[in-house]
Nanobody, 122 residues
Framework: QVQLVESGGGLVQAGGSLRLSCAASGRSFNLLFITWFRQPPGKEREFVAALGVSIGRIFYSDSVKGRFTISRDNAKNTVDLQMNSLRPEDTAVYYC???????????????WGQGAQVTVSS
């Protein structure tokens, strides 16, 4: 089993920055992807960014490319999402998810965090 806990959400004005962290515990050593999803109010969950833990690749959705950066902090055992130039349309609940196998784009992740609210005011 793997446990994921998000932290770092909050309220920020448009153009500002926030940093989310996903702390992984348990059997996290065999994970293939650790990924950030988000669900805007009234909309479906969407892919944001992913880190290929064992393959050394990073993936971004077109909507956040150039503004968000996903990275791994080995000392803290976290996967972080640095969000810059935030827009009101980035408002959502952000979820950290992980899977030991399968495709990065598929939503069939085995482990999910509880979610962190990010609100961007205009």
């Amino acid at each position: 089993q793997v446990q994921l806990v998000e932290s770092g959400g909050g309220l920020v004005q448009a153009g500002g920055s926030l940093r989310l962290s996903c702390a992984a515990s348990g059997r996290s050593f065999n994970l293939l992807f650790i990924t950030w999803f988000r669900q805007p109010p009234g909309k479906e969950r969407e892919f944001v960014a992913a880190l290929g833990v064992s393959i050394g690749r990073i993936f971004y959705s077109d909507s956040v490319k150039g503004r968000f950066t996903i990275s791994r902090d080995n000392a803290k055992n976290t996967v972080d999402l640095q969000m810059n130039s935030l827009r009101p349309e980035d408002t959502a609940v952000y979820y950290c998810a992980a899977k030991p196998r399968g495709g990065v784009w598929d939503h069939d992740y085995d482990y999910w965090g509880q979610g962190a609210q990010v609100t961007v005011s205009s």
